[in-house]
């Protein structure tokens, strides 16, 4: 029978050689849907299996000792199938021109797999250099902010805006306010921290209360559940998912 890797083993053996990837990056790799990537990080992080880095996920000493376990199984399964396999070669005692076809086969097998993981590391340095360039632009921002003097805060003409709409009203005074912790990023918006705090109050949420929010909670919620921050308990009510 073959070994088949599980969804954890498949999350924690990417963590261990791409440390630092999101969701999406895992997703994108793996082939695992985002909701199944989430929900099983979620566990992990409970158990310390997984800790949260930047906008990604680090294995923790626990978590390397896991996947040290979980691979550690691998080989003995190799090591049988590798000795079925010769003796089944013994007793079958092909031709030469088999042989050398099989080789050719295994060639062009071996450079498409080379070629692939080529292709896929490329993939993932190119996402790396993205986020790079967007945490050194996060970097020039906040050392905008500290060497400039200090002015009065505003405060936002609206509860919930979005993040490109906030930082053109709000223009240098954005990263101030952001670290002064007067407002908060959630996904693609910027929110006012006190809304934001009087919003959770709320949960849990019955589903029928939710046309009794006013619209800038609507759009909170959209972007709150988009974010895995909130989930659907028993068809029932919305719940905060602790992070």
């Known amino acids: 029978m073959g070994y088949k890797r599980t969804y954890t083993h498949i999350i924690l053996e990417y963590l261990n050689m791409y440390p630092g990837s999101s969701v999406k990056d895992i997703s994108d790799s793996t082939g695992l849907s985002p909701l199944i990537v989430r929900k099983i990080l979620y566990k992990l992080k409970n158990d310390n299996y997984v800790e949260k880095s930047g906008n990604g996920y680090v294995l923790t000493e626990r978590g390397s000792r896991l996947l040290e376990y979980i691979s550690s199984k691998i080989p003995e399964h190799r090591e049988t199938t590798d000795k079925a396999q010769q003796t089944i070669i013994r007793l079958e005692e092909p031709k030469e021109e088999d042989v050398k076809s099989r080789e050719e086969h295994s060639n062009e097998a071996s450079l498409k797999l080379v070629s692939d993981e080529i292709q896929r590391r490329l993939g993932y340095i190119e996402k790396r250099l993205s986020r790079i360039e967007k945490e050194i632009e996060e970097l020039r921002r906040a050392l905008s902010y500290l060497s400039e003097p200090k002015r009065e805060s ?22 101030r ?32 209360e939710v046309e009794n929010l006013s619209d800038a909670e609507k759009i909170l919620m959209e972007e709150m559940r988009k974010e895995a921050l909130v989930i659907l308990y028993a068809g029932r009510e919305l719940r905060l998912v602790e992070s």
């Open 177 to 208: 306010m952001l670290y002064e912790g007067k407002i908060v990023r959630i996904g693609k918006l910027v929110v006012e921290k006190s809304f934001y705090e009087q919003f959770k109050r709320k949960f849990p949420l019955k589903i029928s």
């Open 154 to 175: 505003k405060t936002l003409p609206s509860p919930v805006l979005s993040f490109n709409e906030a930082q053109t009203l709000l223009g240098s005074l954005f990263e």
